[in-house]
């Protein structure tokens, strides 16, 4: 029977995307354009307005003029002298207001007027100043404007203006089309500016860091993908500096990675042989065994756990090149017998570099057996090649370990009298192949005992560091208590 189909799934629709230049710098040059034009064309309407108050107040001054000339010549005037008054003016008709309230028409005819449209000088609020322009650039051409304003030179109210709409409507267009053209330059000019000031200061810098990224990628190993810096002390510098400290630690990353990668191939290869070669020691070992020497049953214990160690520390840096560490098997365990297994471990001894174990023989602490020797002796070790390497050194050197509980926290501290570590040592302490300070080291050892000791839920940090010495605190989860002593059977009396 043949599978039914399935339903098809349902489409999105496709959306129309408005086309937008994919650069940076295309990107700037049209935004500049036009908030620059936008900035240019916010002065056109009060440009507009204050040239239309103008010209109105010119016709008003005018008018008020030739209304004074026509009350000084009271009865002289004719009608052909009123009309080369008002053609003078550029009006059409003057009147007045007395205060009494009385209005009266000074110059002008009777003929009506068309489509009139008002415009108060004397009180006008910002938006009806502002859309007055427009007003007059929208009109009819055979309207008239009517024009109320205070008197300078009259002792009325106000004085009533009717001027032709056409001629302020011309001189409105004419001086509109100029005023384009000046936004127009001005601001292509200061957009310009703009651009390439925002290209020199912003794009470029952006492209060469976006180039450096990109050849980064592509080849982390090629010295060109270097970022240069600037030494600028803004946004850019600091990106400038951030990504070359980025470039950096993914170099010394890779670097480790490599290593890693390369330590894994060389142990998966030797491992095997080298399994071989435990087995042939241990073979040897249980022969030893079989002689009955004291001095060989002393010492083959000690050699019997060296062998098993080795054979699985070469598993263990195997699974470290494969970052698969195991997880611990924690478990409640005496400490002192774990600080003298590892300082033996170590190579500490009286004669040279020594333990002092500041533990009560029943203090314990929760951990993996196996894993915590490998801390103990890794940090150990280090002390005692960091004491032994000390030039000049005067007295024996010592690694002093103390426990104390917190909070349900196991803190051992293992405190050294050496020289303590360097400002370059403890800036990559814990980093694979990066933290050693000592000619020679891999720098392994200490990575190795913190990763062991965060499986653990713990963590490892330094506590201290100086001439007089380094301590590290190793932090476990749990806080056994200490071993109760055994109770001793009583003895049985005799004859029982």
Avoid: C
């Avoid at 127009?184 to 957009?191: D, E, H, I, K, M």
């Avoid at 998966?268 to 249980?286: G, V």
Wanted: glycine share 8%; hydrophobic share 45%.
């Amino acid at each position: 029977m043949a599978d039914a189909p399935s339903p098809k799934e349902p489409t999105r629709p496709h959306r129309r995307r408005f086309y937008w230049p994919g650069g940076l710098s295309a990107r700037l040059l049209i935004l500049t354009a036009l908030f620059v034009a936008f900035g240019g064309l916010l002065v056109v309407p009060p440009a507009l307005a204050a040239f239309e108050e103008q010209w109105l107040l010119e016709r008003v001054r005018a008018a008020e003029m030739a209304a004074l000339a026509a009350d000084v010549a009271r009865g002289q005037v004719t009608v052909q002298h009123r009309t080369q008054l008002l053609r003078a003016a550029g009006i059409e008709r003057v009147a007045t207001q007395d205060p009494d309230g009385v209005r009266r028409l000074v110059l002008g005819g009777g003929r009506a007027l068309e489509n009139p449209y008002l415009v108060d000088l004397r009180e006008q609020a910002v938006g009806s100043w502002l859309a007055a322009p427009f007003q007059t650039l929208t009109a009819p051409q055979d309207a008239s404007v009517r024009v109320l304003a205070e008197p300078r030179q009259m002792q009325v109210d106000f004085i009533e203006v009717v001027a032709p709409h056409a001629a302020l409507k011309a001189e409105l267009q004419n001086y509109l089309g100029r005023l384009l053209l000046i936004v127009l330059f001005v601001s292509g000019t200061a957009g310009v500016f703009v651009y390439f000031t925002l290209n020199f200061f912003l794009v470029r810098p952006m492209q060469r860091i976006t180039r450096a990224m990109e050849r980064f990628r592509a080849d982390p190993e090629d010295p060109a993908a270097h970022v240069e810096l600037s030494g600028r002390r803004d946004e850019i510098g600091r990106a400038e500096a951030e990504l070359d400290r980025m470039q950096a630690d993914l170099r010394a990353a890779l670097n480790s990675r490599a290593r890693l990668a390369a330590l894994g191939e060389a142990v998966a290869k030797i491992n095997h042989d080298l399994r071989n070669m435990l087995t042939s020691a241990q073979i040897a070992s249980e022969r030893l065994a079989a002689l009955d020497d004291p001095k060989v049953s002393q010492a083959l214990p000690r050699l019997e756990r060296a062998l098993d160690r080795a054979v699985k520390l070469a598993s263990d840096v195997l699974t470290y090149g494969k970052t698969e560490e195991p997880a611990p098997d924690a478990r409640p365990l005496a400490l002192l017998p774990a600080l003298e297994t590892a300082a033996e471990d170590a190579r500490l001894s009286d004669q040279g570099v020594r333990l002092v174990a500041e533990v009560d023989p029943a203090d314990q602490v929760r951990a993996d057996p196996d894993q915590l020797h490998r801390i103990l002796v890794n940090l150990m070790r280090n002390a005692r090649e960091a004491i032994e390497a000390q030039e000049g050194r005067k007295g024996p050197g010592h690694v002093r370990v103390s426990l104390a509980e917190a909070e349900g926290i196991s803190r051992v501290r293992l405190a050294d009298n050496g020289p303590g570590l360097s400002e370059r040592a403890r800036t990559r302490l814990f980093e694979p192949f990066a933290g050693s300070s000592r000619p020679g080291g891999a720098g392994l050892g200490l990575a190795i005992a913190r990763e062991l000791a965060e499986k653990h839920g713990g963590a490892l940090t330094l506590a201290e560091t100086g001439p007089a010495g380094t301590t590290f605190e190793l932090q476990l989860p749990g806080a056994p208590g200490r071993l109760r002593p055994r109770r001793r059977a009583p003895a049985k009396a005799k004859g029982e």
